[in-house]
């Protein structure tokens, strides 16, 4: 395995701060802490070349987890590797096999055009003028910096910047990257082409990702398996089909009925209508207690049907339960699920 | 340790300082009407009080304008960038490239710093017009100047890493900040030469304390205050000062990177 996590814990600890004037005045003398428990005994290993989700609400612990594998910050307890290097021990060596990607602060140099910035990166990680080239010619190429290679980064739309970061990140062929939030803010169209080469660089060179995103189209579109942490907590790890089947198991089905009906409703437990205009109905219906099956005919038999469409549970929908409930079930049955 | 990546960082500081170039106009103009005033008041001082401790008025006038030129280049304050990279967050991605964050510093402010001696030259120019200035002592004191000005540096840059280092710890220390300053600018002999100071104990600590390496040992070897062995000593006592605050300031960031808590995302 190329990350190993294991028991992670990190606990901050912060200066208790009163309100108001004589908040401020005692806690300038007293030696009040908080401890917040930001990641709490999470563990799991990826294999190289996997391509994992790691998702959950804000705050609950991801940018936390990464800048522990990344080696900026100590774990308070427990053990995590990457590509056998301890990074908090090895920070420096840790430092040459990994990439970063943060959506939300670029390391490119402001000040500097994009191409300064990669010969920069080429002198400090020390990349073999071959590699550096190579690599350059094919970001150039997949990513078009070229229309922008000459611009000062802070010139840069954000489109722009991401796709310069990427290759940024990629630049000395480390096998394993963190993508912290790497789409945020984008458009449709330049979020797709970053996806796009999400994926064609996991396929072609077999580089390790972990994924940390609120969109959820980037982990369905790029992920087959998914790390949920919620209050630092993991609640589940495993793959995207999986809990799309276990958690999954309202659909929708929407029918256009020919010819009015006042108030279709069909009477099969587990089956609720949703909604109704004009002649457009929709039901959600259990999957585990109805098939899809047993309700068109049901249907049919009452109403003459136009047209029938069902739905999927997006993992959306299915995440947002999750975040709002929790799993419902224990932790190892989460586990047995994956 | 790999030095090409410092190298680069230095060149890149270098050629960043040089797309600011109303501040270079600024800080030379600010520097030549500083000389002018300084000259003025030493002038009306010595008119009305004789010579001083045994330094000639135009000693003090050359003291007090090389004084101001070293600002030119001990105020650049590369380590400041620390400071805001820990309030903002952008420390995290230093910190997780395979490099020595206080050495990338280093690099930085000597790139810097190369630039800011390069204003040197027309502001020491522009100056001549204003006040005469004395030919330094003799031709090993002007060697041993140089060589001192260097040890001073490297005393100063390690002073303001240790204050930017704190930043781990605390994030406001603009009091502290103003407090080193004030102390720094008395005990290192930049504004009065440390031979003004009443003679006894606190002459003595002025002159053993760590600030005196940055401006009194350049200049007092310039002037000829501090001639024969006595340079060796005081080039030596800058080199202990240098060694002493560079253990702190790596020990310090060490401790700090251990507790670094990233602000933000």
Known sequence: ?338 | MRIRPYVEFAKRAFSREGTYRTQVFTHIGSVLLRVFLLSMVWTALYRNNGEQAGITLPAMITYATLALLLDLIYGVNGAYVIREKIREGSIAIDLMRPISVPFYVLADTVGQTLFASMQIIPALGLSLFIVHLDAPATLGAAFAFLVAVLLGFVVNFFLDLIMATITFWTMEIFGVQLMVQFISSLLSGSLVPLYFFPPGIIQQLAFASPFAAIYNAPLSIYIGKVTGLQIVTTLGTQVVWAFVFGVVALGLWRLGERQVVIQGG
């Open chain 1, 1 to 338: 395995m190329i990350i190993r996590a294991e028991h992670l814990t990190k606990t901050f600890r912060t200066r208790r701060r009163g309100d108001g004037v004589m908040g401020t005045l005692t806690s300038l003398f007293s030696r009040a802490y908080d401890d917040k428990l930001a990641v709490r005994d999470v563990s799991f290993d990826l294999e190289p070349g996997e391509l994992v989700g790691y998702i959950g609400p804000n705050g609950a612990g991801k940018s936390t987890t990464i800048k522990m594998l990344t080696g900026i910050l100590v774990p308070t307890s427990g053990e995590c590797s990457v590509n056998g290097i301890v990074p908090w021990q090895n920070r420096t060596q840790n430092g040459k096999q990994i990439g970063v990607v943060f959506g939300q602060r670029t390391q490119l140099y402001w000040d500097l055009p994009l191409k300064e910035s990669f010969e920069l990166l080429r002198a400090i990680y020390g990349i073999p003028a071959d590699v550096y080239e190579r690599n350059m010619a094919e970001f150039t190429k997949v990513l078009a910096l070229d229309e922008f290679i000459r611009t000062p980064v802070r010139q840069l739309s954000l489109g722009q910047r991401m796709r310069g970061d990427f290759a940024a990140a990629l630049l000395h062929n480390p096998p394993v990257v963190f993508l912290d939030e790497p789409t945020i803010g984008l458009d449709v169209v330049a979020k797709e082409a970053i996806r796009e080469f999400i994926a064609r660089t996991n396929r072609e060179r077999g580089t390790t990702f972990i994924l940390t995103t609120h969109d959820l189209n980037d982990v369905e579109k790029l992920c087959d398996r998914i790390i949920i942490i919620d209050h630092g907590q993991k609640l589940y790890d495993g793959r995207i089909e999986a809990i799309k089947r276990r958690y999954g198991r309202q659909r929708i089905l929407v029918a256009e009925i020919d010819g009015f009906c006042a108030d279709c409703e069909i009477p099969i437990p587990g089956v609720r209508k949703l909604s109704q205009a004009g002649a457009r109905v929709s039901f959600e219906f259990d999957r585990e207690r109805v098939s899809a099956d047993e309700l068109i005919v049901a249907l049919a038999k009452q109403y003459e049907l136009k047209d029938v469409t069902i739905s999927e549970p997006e993992l959306e929908a299915i995440i947002r339960e999750i975040y709002l409930k929790g799993l419902g079930v224990d932790a190892p049955v989460a586990e047995a699920l994956t």
